[in-house]
């Protein structure tokens, strides 16, 4: 069953979204995301003029063959471009292979191990008090677990708080260059702890508790804020640190017991290798998207098994639904399964384009028995939101040093 034509959507309804279909010689297609919020044009390009000439006229069926010829076969590997662009090329290989077979993707990857996939939550908020409102509302909609993220007094923006603004798109206003915001680790360590104490007041132990830090912190700062938070029991603390330098780690997991969780960004096995089996961390949160596939992951995912390290696949919204459902069938079939971010299955605007039969019942994601992975992708809809530049934030310190976002 060869692939006869490959097809790349560039759309933006409210985010930029990256979307490959293939397309195969008797007319059954595939869905991919390609997404990297920020460098969305780049991957389109790698796809157009470097993967979709080498791809007509072979088997769709050879779904690992495939993966290997677009990783090893080029000399230039990793990096979220290349692995961006093999991940949309393999969610779309197993979409088809699903379909042509009459089922739905986890059962190619072993069937269930579960009935529905555990979701946390975000509850974002301008201050304490607003952020523990949005966690009794997660509550109430049936959440059993809450990410908490609060603005930071004394800093004009704090990441995961966009006050008025719905997106990071709306935030750059009418002047599309990255946004610029400010950090303060003293700053930040005065609200953090008064947050999750508050927190535990509140709510008791109703629901798990999560914190991203998105990587501003130094290990031994991360490894103190780790025993801070220790007493508040969270399901895990998020990117504390940046790990290039993998054995950042070693220094915070030998302060603290609480639990941590990294990858979102990461592409492939080796950045995260010595991580998983030096167990440094309890949750891998590798995507579909960026880390190659559903191939890409389960090769992650299977490793991670033999530390005892479970998947917490990256949620955000600038993952398009086509990714989202791939890690539907991957968290429903992988016994190393821990939990999903979800921030709700996008606008309504992004509706209208990606169509899908998942559903949220009680703090879970069920998905149905279609075909494949179950998503469709509306082509003519897309093309009434075309592409817009745009860029996330980046972050300085007061005295204008240039920070992690
Ligand atoms: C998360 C992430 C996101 C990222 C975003 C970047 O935990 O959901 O940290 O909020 O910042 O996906 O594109
Ligand atoms: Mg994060």
Redesign the pocket.
Same mark, same amino acid.
């Given at each position: 069953m060869n692939i006869q034509d490959i097809k790349v959507f560039v759309c933006s309804p409210g985010r930029n979204f990256v979307t490959v279909k293939v397309i195969t010689e008797d007319g059954t297609y595939g869905l991919g995301d390609a997404t990297v919020?920020?460098r969305e044009l780049a991957v389109a390009t790698y796809l157009e003029e470097h993967v979709v000439p080498c791809l007509i006229g072979r088997d769709a069926h050879s779904i690992e063959d495939i993966w290997q010829y677009l990783y090893q076969g080029v000399y230039w590997r990793r990096g979220p471009i290349t692995m961006a662009a093999i991940a949309a090329i393999d969610m779309a290989l197993w979409d088809i292979k699903g379909k042509v077979s009459g089922l739905p993707v986890y059962q190619l990857l072993g069937g269930k191990c579960r009935t529905g996939v555990n979701l946390y939550a975000?509850a974002n908020g301008e201050n304490i008090d607003d952020t523990l409102d949005k966690v009794q509302e997660c509550i109430d909609q049936g959440f059993k677990a809450v990410?908490l993220q609060s603005a930071i007094p004394g800093l004009s923006e704090t990441?995961?708080v966009l006050g008025d603004k719905k997106d990071?798109f709306e935030l750059q206003g009418n002047r599309p260059l990255p946004p610029e915001q400010e950090w303060s680790t003293a700053k930040y360590f005065k609200l953090i702890p008064e947050l999750f104490k508050k927190a535990r007041e509140r709510f008791g132990n109703q629901v798990h508790f999560l914190h991203?830090v998105?990587s501003r912190l130094t290990p031994i700062e991360s490894a103190k804020l780790g025993k801070m938070l220790e007493k508040y029991n969270l399901l895990f603390l *998020?990117?504390a640190s940046i790990a290039e330098n993998q054995e950042n780690y070693k220094l915070i997991r030998h302060h603290t017991t609480t639990p941590l969780a990294l990858g *979102?960004?990461y592409n492939t096995i080796w950045d995260c290798k010595d991580l998983l089996q030096n167990q440094l961390i309890d949750y891998i949160?590798v995507a579909a998207t960026h880390a190659g596939g559903i191939t890409g992951v389960k090769k992650i995912s299977d490793f991670a098994a033999v530390y005892n390290v479970r998947t917490a696949p990256?949620?955000?919204?600038?993952?398009s639904p086509i990714c989202f459902a791939a890690h539907m069938h991957l968290n429903i079939s992988t016994h190393n399964f821990g939990i999903q *971010?979800f921030?709700g299955f996008g606008n309504e605007e992004s509706k209208t384009i990606f169509k899908h039969g998942m559903t949220l019942e009680n703090g879970m994601v069920l998905i149905d028995d279609a075909p494949g992975l179950g998503v469709d992708f509306d082509e003519t809809k897309a093309s009434e939101f075309p592409y817009k530049r745009s860029y996330?934030p980046v972050s300085r310190l007061e005295d204008g040093t240039l920070w992690h976002?």
């Open positions: 919020n920020g975000h990410r990441y995961g990071y991203d998105h *998020e990117d *979102e960004t949160r990256h949620g955000a919204p600038d993952l *971010e921030v996330l976002w």
